[in-house]
């Protein structure tokens, strides 16, 4: 079901609205209330280099039964990318997918940098009834050298290290004051294996997830 698409009259919009009694989407058109599943997103974030896409990894084979993880880097395409409007296009073709892919009834767990502000202001923000941010961190020498680590093809040069970690500590300074706040996680010293279960209990709100003998 695209939310956007009124399933009576088929009239489009870009601003969504939500009934106030109910997860109930409203046509201004013809009047139509059609009830949808308003579900919470889980937004695990972080500078390059934090340990996103190998903990989304491991999500996916331990979440996979209840939630759907995706990776948020595979639509960072030219045909999305407007850096004059804060790759708004990008940010709002996410939330309206999720927002499909959670009618069938299970929740998204998004891996990618993203914070509030970038989300928070959308008109499809109102598909969901809640964004939560784990925002992955580690200690700036650390970082620094992760980057330095990656494929040539990535193109982390020195100057780009350098946005990223003024990026790390903006995001430090600030995520506590962000509507809504931030949740860090310091992954410098953790093993790869323990930084995921620690995200996979903040997704389900369980201690620890279950080894995969014990399913």
């Not at 706040?181 to 903040?202: G, Y």
Request: hydrophobic content about 40%; overall charge negative; charged content about 25%.
């Amino acid at each position: 079901m695209n939310p956007l698409i009124c399933a009576r009259c088929g009239a489009y919009t870009d601003t969504p609205v939500v009934a106030p009694d109910g997860p109930v989407l409203h046509c201004v058109e013809c009047g139509h209330r059609q009830p949808f599943r308003r579900l919470p997103l889980f937004s695990v974030t972080g500078p390059s280099g934090t340990g996103k896409s190998t903990v989304g990894r491991l999500l996916t084979e331990w979440l996979s039964d209840r939630y759907v993880v995706l990776e948020q880097d595979v639509l960072w395409v030219a045909g999305l990318r407007d850096a004059s409007h804060d790759h708004r296009t990008f940010r709002s073709t996410w939330l309206r997918m999720i927002a499909m892919i959670h009618q069938s009834g299970r929740p998204v767990v998004l891996c990618g940098t993203v914070v509030p502000p970038e989300f928070e202001p959308l008109p499809e923000r109102a598909l969901f009834s809640e964004i939560r941010y784990l925002s992955l961190m580690c200690d700036p020498d650390v970082l620094a050298e992760r980057l330095r680590a990656r494929p040539a093809w990535r193109e982390w040069d020195e100057p780009r290290i350098a946005e990223m970690l003024e990026y790390a500590e903006w995001i430090r300074a600030n995520a506590a004051t962000m509507s809504p706040p931030m949740s860090l996680l310091d992954t410098t010293n953790a093993p790869v294996e323990e930084t995921a279960k620690a995200v996979c209990s903040w997704v389900t709100g369980e201690p620890r997830p279950l080894d995969r003998q014990q399913r």
